[in-house]
């Protein structure tokens, strides 16, 4: 069993570029949450996919968008890139369930620097 | 609203004490609680997850509790060691998707 995995672990971009950040489920799981960790701060909840629609949607601007894929691996999306907006993104899998607890398992981020 | 508080912010501590970080939600309903260790930079290790139902969980030298009623959580973990030197932060299940984190104590365990 495969944990969760996201590419690039490293990013830097500048003001107003475009990014594309990836991840990979654990196996078994239909479900994807998205986390921003800003320097010295907790983990922000962005949004979460489940079987390839948005399934709640924390306070993010329309420029942060997801996909999530038949395979359950997921995308997120940032344009207009800001600089407030370097920080490391968290993805988190689950599997959703009326017997389960959704517990999330988290990969080890994506640390993007915008410059 | 939920919101998630942690205090201390940060917390040193000489070498084999046993210690508490403690962790307060404002909203009693909640599905989960989950605590997590970071490492600088790296991504987060989950140690402990208690059930709504459930009020304490044990790991080795940890132990989690969770009082609903009151809004709170501790993590104790005993005989502290330096490679316990970490950020511990508390995360709270606010519904069946969305986790809300609070900001972290950061632990340093001082030879």
């Known amino acids: 069993e495969t944990g969760v995995t996201q590419s690039p ?29 800003a320097l010295g701060q907790g983990p922000q909840f ?16 329309p420029r942060f968008s997801g996909l999530q894929f038949p395979n359950y691996s ?37 640390r993007l620097t915008v410059l | 609203k939920q919101e998630v508080t942690q205090i201390p912010a940060a917390l040193s501590v000489p070498e084999g004490e046993n210690l508490v970080l403690n962790c307060s939600f404002t909203d009693s309903a909640i599905y989960n609680l989950q605590w997590f260790r970071q490492d600088p930079g790296k991504g987060l290790t989950s140690l402990l997850l208690i059930q709504s139902s459930q009020r304490e969980q044990t790991s080795g030298r940890l132990n989690a509790s969770l009082d ?13 060691q330096p ?16 986790i809300i984190f609070g900001s972290g104590t950061r632990l340093s365990i001082r030879p």
């Not at chain 1, 107003?16 to 994807?32: A, E, K, M, Y």
């Not at chain 1, 390839?52 to 993010?60: H, S």
């Open chain 2, 83 to 98: 490679g316990d030197s970490a950020t511990y932060l508390c995360a709270v299940y606010s519904s069946a998707s969305k």
């Open chain 1, 46 to 61: 962005i949004f979460q996919y489940y079987r390839e629609e948005e399934n709640g949607r924390g306070n993010f601007p």
């Open chain 2, 68 to 80: 609903k009623s009151s809004g709170r959580s501790t993590l104790y973990i005993a005989a502290s």
């Open chain 1, 9 to 37: 672990t490293h990013l830097i971009k500048t003001r107003g570029q475009q990014v594309t950040l990836r991840c990979s489920s654990q196996s078994g799981h239909n479900t994807v949450s998205w986390y921003q960790q």
């Open chain 1, 74 to 110: 997921s995308e997120l999306n940032v344009n207009a890139l800001e600089l407030d907006d370097s920080a490391l993104y968290l993805c988190a899998s689950s599997l959703a369930g009326r017997s389960s607890y959704n517990e999330q398992f988290f990969g080890p981020g994506t």
